[in-house]
C-alpha cells in the first residue's frame, strides 16, 4: 500500500497553483477546476481542487527537504512570506510554516531519520482481535 496524493481545497485556482510554483512543484494536470503537482523528488504528488463553498481548514500538509534553509531562503526570495521561521521542534524536526492563498497550513521541513524512526517509535499492526 502506498499513498497515492493529498487533495486541498482552494478559493483561487490561479492564486494557488502560482504559489505551489513558488514552492518549486511541477505542475502536471491543469484544469480551471483542478491542478495536480509531482514533488521535485521521488514520486509523491498533490493536487488542488477549487471550492466555491467555504473551507474549513483542518488539514496541515507537511513537504521535506534535506535543505531546509536553502529552501527557505528560495521561497522567500520570490515573495513567499513565512508564518513561522525554520524552528527545531521538541518532536525533533526542523520546522518552518507557510499558509497557501486558501488558508491551508503547510509545514515545510526537516527530520532526517527522525521522520520514521523517532526514539519514541512504535511497531503496531492488527492482529485480528
Not at 481545497?9 to 503537482?37: C, W
Request: hydrophobic share 40%; glycine share 4%; aromatic share 12%.
Amino acid at each position: 500500500m502506498n499513498l497515492n496524493q493529498v487533495t486541498l481545497s482552494v478559493h483561487n485556482m490561479q492564486q494557488a497553483v502560482e504559489f505551489y510554483l513558488k514552492l518549486g512543484f511541477t505542475q502536471i494536470v491543469d484544469t480551471p477546476h483542478y491542478a495536480r503537482f509531482v514533488c521535485p523528488e521521488g514520486e509523491a504528488t498533490f493536487s488542488l481542487s477549487l471550492c466555491e463553498e467555504d473551507i474549513l481548514h483542518n488539514t496541515t500538509i507537511y513537504f521535506e527537504h534535506e535543505a531546509l534553509e536553502d529552501w527557505i531562503a528560495m521561497i522567500e526570495s520570490r515573495g513567499i512570506r513565512l508564518l513561522q521561521a525554520p524552528t527545531d521542534e521538541p518532536y525533533l524536526w526542523r520546522e518552518a510554516i507557510v499558509a497557501d492563498p486558501s488558508g491551508n497550513k503547510i509545514k515545510l521541513y526537516w527530520a532526517g531519520e527522525n521522520r520514521l524512526n523517532p526514539p519514541w517509535r512504535v511497531e503496531k499492526r492488527y492482529t485480528g482481535e
